[in-house]
């Protein structure tokens, strides 16, 4: 049975997950968006998973209609890479994600990416964050409860010592453990995969 995705007005990246999690459920989805971002991360996604998508352009949105490809009937999730050895540790120095005049598009940014972080895999071993980054993890953070669940996934939260003295949050983190120098080059010289925001 067909599944209808109503996406519009949503942010990214809520249009392409609630299409992925419509698509476990049925191989026949129709995702409504109102945006040339959402139209094209969707039917990216769609068509990377091995389906085929047909665009309705109506008055009300654009209907995404996505069928299994016939080519791939049953294509198998696309294999995730592992790291060659040791753990696969994300390093947050800042606040916000990317360079840019704008702060505002910078903390929508990291809170897009942290809660995406919760729908994809492999997760990551541990977090490192320093800098103005730990201000993530104090009580307050707007991704707060995303961190709450990666670190309830397994994921290590290993937060900057010096930074939070820096920034007078000591007393207010609220998710991770205060680490210092040491241990954050040494679990970033063990790794098997660093990625840096």
Known sequence: MEKIVDARGLPCPQPVLLTRDALRESDAVTTIVD???????????AEKAGYTVQAEEQEDGVYLHIRRSEAAPQAAPTPQPQPASGPLVLVIPSEFMGRGEHEELGQILIRGFLHTLNEVSP???????????????????????????????????LVCGTCLGYYGLKEKVAVGEVSNMYTIAETMLQAGKVVSL
């Open 35 to 45: 945006s040339d971002t959402a139209r094209h991360n969707v039917t990216r996604m």
């Open 123 to 157: 997760l990551p071993d541990v977090i490192i964050f320093f800098n103005s980054g730990v201000k993530l993890v104090v009580e307050g953070s707007p991704v707060l409860e995303d961190l709450c669940t990666l670190a309830n996934q397994g994921v290590q939260i």
